[in-house]
């Protein structure tokens, strides 16, 4: 990104400061994303963003539109730190000579950057779904007693008498599927995280490039805030179909007539044909407004070098 040489635990503080800020800022809009792409025709709660959010406060209070953003606070840092730092370390493999990386090469180097935050993010995204759309399931025993007392027994899960935590539901699916609980839905993440950084990625280094006075020198702040908003939202909405396909696959809990499946394939099918094409672009514009500050703040972190500021108060070898 930049063009001089930054160390790795810089990399990796500035994509932890990023990632915890951005998350912060944007978890509520996050939440209604998960809602609004998981309800299905016949139990629908949302009729917007606005409308996810009014009704999330009214039955949970404020709070209740943070619920799961503990698990992304803690593992939001490994994944941005992982994400970011990976980019590089491809763009600096990819390059010949310093020269000037082909878009070929960039999106090899986005590609192979997100292909290794999948380690962290499959997990993660798997708890913050069960948390996020608990409170849905919840809402919908609450706001549609109709709907669940006419849905077919053993469809809609009345079985959770309290809210679970994240340990508990971590528990549960190693305890009874293994490491490869935590990692369901791992090949939908894979198909949504790699798109998006082979589009990101060189999409926002050439943005970021316009502002550039000189090759040599950063461009300003602004411009690389700019520059990961508009390629984060682009990137999110391209990707969207796969982060809806992610999410309803991710999802352990069905509300009232609302369907399973048992793979990529099943979920595409049932969805086309019941929900149709549109269904693919549920909560693309919650996404983009989640991505595009999330990358923007990423990005100014990034280039602002906090991380080489935080390291320079430390005794010198430390970090070396």
């Keep these: 990104m930049a063009d001089k040489q930054v160390s790795l635990p810089a990399k990796l503080i500035n994509g932890g400061i990023a990632g915890l800020i951005g998350v912060t ?14 309800q299905q ?45 990976a980019n590089d370390f491809f763009r600096e493999m990819l390059s010949r000579d310093g020269q000037k990386l082909t878009l070929l090469r960039e999106m090899l180097a986005g590609c192979g950057a997100g292909t290794c935050q999948v380690i962290v993010t499959t997990p993660m995204e798997m708890l913050k779904i069960q948390l996020q759309d608990a409170g849905r399931i919840e809402a919908q025993r609450k706001l549609m007693p109709q709907a669940v007392n006419s849905a077919p027994a053993g469809t809609v899960a009345t079985e959770i008498k309290r809210p679970q935590t994240a340990i508990q539901i971590s528990r549960e699916l190693l305890r009874s599927k293994g490491i490869a609980g935590l990692y369901k839905g791992l090949g939908a993440t894979l198909a949504r995280d790699v798109p998006f950084s082979i589009i990101y990625f060189p999409l926002f280094a050439n943005l970021n490039k316009l502002g550039q006075k000189h090759p040599d020198t950063k461009a300003p702040f602004y411009v690389s805030f700019l520059s990961g908003c508009v390629a984060g939202s682009t990137a999110a909405v391209a990707v ?12 352990l809990q069905r509300g009232a007539h609302e369907d399973t499946y ?22 693309a514009y919650c996404r983009a407004l989640v991505i595009a500050p999330l990358f923007g703040i990423a990005q100014v972190i990034y280039f602002l070098g ?5 390291l320079d108060f430390l005794p010198r070898g430390r970090h070396d």
């Design 262 to 283: 048992s793979g990529v394939v099943d979920c595409v099918r049932k969805i086309l044909r019941k929900e149709g094409p549109a269904a693919f672009l549920k909560g």
């Design 41 to 85: 025709n016949g139990s629908r709660l949302y009729s917007s963003l606005s409308d996810c959010l009014l009704k999330t406060i009214r039955s949970d209070g404020y709070f209740g539109m943070y619920r799961g953003a503990a698990v992304n606070l803690t593992l939001v840092t490994p994944e941005k730190a992982i994400k970011l730092a």
């Design 25 to 38: 800022c944007v978890f509520p809009i996050d939440l209604a994303k998960t809602r609004l792409q998981n």
């Design 306 to 310: 906090v991380g080489e500021v935080i």
């Design 240 to 251: 969207n179909p796969c982060d809806v396909i992610k999410t309803r696959l991710q999802s």
